[in-house]
């Protein structure tokens, strides 16, 4: 069966090649499946509809019906026939973490997190090197929908991918975002600094900071520093129109192949008493 939108006339057209057995098939009426759950049954409107096929030779013919009543139709039909199932997510538990991360080694008041192969798909693949930082233990991990995570590109992705999020509504949120090295540099295995200057980076990487766009006016600070071999640039943004909110800070390095970039994220009424727990965050990101 095809059914086609004519805007025109505000009609849905609906046709179907069938045999003389199937065309008689469909003026019995409906399945009890479809009415007898809510305990109503089609309307008379819906009945007329779908026995408005009338066999003519080896062809039924063409009858438009309205697309309110398809509509209403539908309404009767269980939504799981209808909807396909959702995709999958990656790996997170939508509990407070503190109630199974290990508390911080530095810090007992923060938990500690450590990503490993079974929470995304990029470390799967070994397209990401392990990172790790710490949290407040009542922060949630949220899910990551299956076409942000890059489950679907692994190992080749070519645009930046989510690897894990976390949220608290009074705190604000962070996220850790990954981006193949070849989108910002030609040269293979290269570190943060073989890339560019840390505005250099994070004119690339900024719409991936604020969930939109990108403006230099919005960079305020920005610092260097190097734990152990690996070199982590850092930044302090006031972003008025950014998705992920008015206050961000990020913290970006490369390894291996890909570019990780750590951002902490507030609104202006979470930004006044978390600020100094999103530094803290920020401070601990390491890879």
Known sequence: MTIRTDKSREVLEVSRF???EMAASLTTPLSPKFSASNGRKPSNKIQRALTAFHQKGNECTRTPILRREIL?????????????????????????????LPPSPTDPSFV?????????????????????FVLPPSWKQM?????????????????????????????????????????????P???????????????????F?????????????TSVEKVGDQMYYNYLLETPFALTGTHNLAKATAKGSTVVLFVASANDKQWAGSQKVLKTMLDSFQV
């Not at 991918?161 to 962070?174: I, L, P, R, S, Y």
């Not at 890339?195 to 719409?207: C, F, H, Q, R």
């Open 18 to 20: 069938c045999s003389p």
């Open 72 to 100: 209403k139709g539908l309404a009767v039909i269980p939504v799981t026939l209808i909807i396909n199932k959702e995709p999958p997510y990656s790996e997170a538990r939508e509990v407070e973490v503190g109630s199974y």
């Open 112 to 132: 500690f997190f450590k990503a490993s192969p079974k929470d995304t798909p990029a470390l799967r693949a070994g397209n990401v090197q392990p990172y790790q």
């Open 143 to 187: 899910r990551v929908a299956n076409i942000l995570s890059g489950n679907y590109c692994q190992p080749k992705c070519a645009e930046p991918w989510v690897e894990v999020k976390f949220e608290d509504e009074k705190q604000g949120k962070v996220q850790v975002v990954a981006s193949p090295l070849i989108r910002l540099t030609n040269k």
């Open 189 to 207: 295995n290269a570190s943060i600094e073989e890339i560019g200057s840390p505005e250099k980076v994070i004119a690339s990487l900024g719409p």
């Open 209 to 221: 900071v604020t969930g939109n766009s990108y403006d230099p006016d919005e960079l305020i600070e």
